[in-house]
């Protein structure tokens, strides 16, 4: 989840949220542009001050409750990353172009943690822990950390899993002045997501191919990764209807098959699915709601 991910879930629960950052909304396109001039470090200290500017000294609670959902994600992301890089034994990542992605990765997902944290400040929520977790979700996954096949299909189902959240936040933003940039910050998350499924194709030798995007599974359903235990990530992702008509064959173009028609479009998740997603994840007791 990233910052535009969080405004419009604010705006969920605040529909004035852009109002009370400047009523000409021009403060959001100054925001998205400083990360051009600012280092990661520096982040939460900006996004906190644009929160501050927005409420004053007080945060609504639903807002707070917003901004703990999504520092809740970012623990797990940077926790399966970070454990896999830095745990005993460590993943065998190879060495060189995969290690060097992993660790970028890790690294984006720490940024994250932290900028949320400076934006929350006291309020927000406490860590969670390694210990919270629970990445072989309950026995599925048991070799997570140990093969570094199954680490890789794992960590697509988180990355598909982003995207799919974001898509479906995205429309929200038509018609506002930080579409393009948000879509510029948008991309480089799918990319994360394409180079996953790129390092899968290379560890199978090509034998195996994902594509860059969610397509149909080997059997046309809707579960592309080959991993049937994660199903739930791409539910939905097999429909050809888009505004209600089926564009399968549309306008006589036979071309237009059912596999070409998933691709062109990636479905929303909304919240409800993403937290039984994270759930599957995190220990009894630690579990989000």
Known sequence: M??????????????????????????MKDFFNMGKKITLAAMPLALGSVFQKAYGQSTPQAVTDVLNFALALEYLEYNFYNHALAGTPATPIPAGAPLAAITLI???????VNLLKGALGSAARAPIAYSDTDFTAGGTFPTVFS????????AQGFEDTGVRAYKGQAGVLVGNTVLTTALQIHSVEARHAAHIRAMRTALSGGTTVYKPWVSLGSAGQANDSGVPQVDKVYAGEDTTLQAGVNIVGINGNAGVTKAVAVE????????????????LFLQPGKKLS
């Open 2 to 27: 990233n910052i535009v991910n969080i405004l419009e879930e604010i705006e969920k629960v605040d529909g004035e949220i852009y109002e009370r950052l400047n009523p000409r909304r021009a403060a």
């Open 106 to 112: 890790r690294d984006h997902e720490l940024a994250h």
């Open 147 to 154: 093969d570094y096949g199954t680490f890789l299909a794992v």
């Open 264 to 279: 062109c479009f990636d479905e929303p998740l909304d919240k409800a699915s993403v937290i039984e997603i994270a759930n």
